[in-house]
């Protein structure tokens, strides 16, 4: 009896220790949401407690001292819908790091970034992969290139010669990623522009081009 009442007893002030640290993480949480939401900033959200990190990014568009209701925006800079949960259920909160920055300049360009080919090209009627890469090439186009063993590439079309392709590797923040030489032999497909090819471009021409002519 007396074992079962201090087996009790110390379960009860441990949930009790858990609540104060669950009640102050989720003041915490919310000073930092609530700052983030007056100076309409982007914000990066990670919750649930299954061992795997889950994370939602956007403006905060409610707040309360319980919950958040979001504006999502898509990895593209895109609106996205929204989603509400509760502040106890977030696990961290991140402000201005790289990816949230990313995501933020994405959607302030959102109406510059994309450009939309709607209908079919009459000049490229009988054009073969190796005439679309060299196209890609003039329009300084950013393409993903996959080979027979399964690697992809995706940047700059640099040169095309007539068997092979080089191409100036882009990371997903656009920033610069190597250099590949592939085998025309050993090409099977190649996408050109596609909303997140034209996303690399973008970030690479403003963090690289850009800045260089206003810093001039």
Do not use: W
Not at 97 to 114: A, M, N
């Amino acid at each position: 009896m007396a074992a079962r009442l201090a087996t009790e007893g110390i379960a009860g002030r441990l949930n009790l220790r858990d609540n104060f640290d669950m009640a102050r993480r989720r003041v915490k949480f919310y000073e930092v949401l609530k700052q983030q939401q007056e100076k309409e900033k982007l914000v990066c959200v990670y919750h649930g407690d299954d061992g795997h990190d889950k994370f939602d990014v956007g403006f905060v568009e409610s707040l309360t001292p319980d919950s958040l209701t979001l504006l999502s925006v898509s990895p593209r800079g895109e609106f996205d819908g929204r989603v509400v949960m509760h502040l106890d259920d977030l696990n961290r909160v991140e402000t201005d790091d790289r990816y949230s920055r990313k995501i933020e300049l994405l959607h302030q360009y959102k109406g510059s970034i994309f450009k939309t080919d709607d209908h079919v090209n009459p000049d490229a009627k009988t054009e073969d992969l190796h005439a679309q890469l060299q196209r890609a090439a003039e329009e300084q186009a950013v393409a993903c290139v996959d080979d027979v063993k399964g690697n992809a590439v995706t940047g700059f079309i640099k040169e095309v010669g007539e068997d092979y392709v080089i191409v100036e590797g882009l990371t997903q923040l656009g920033e610069p990623d190597g250099q590949s030489i592939i085998n025309l032999e050993d090409v099977t497909r190649v996408q050109i522009a596609a909303r997140d090819q034209q996303v690399r471009g973008f970030l690479y021409r403003y963090n690289y081009e850009l800045r260089k002519l206003l810093e001039f």
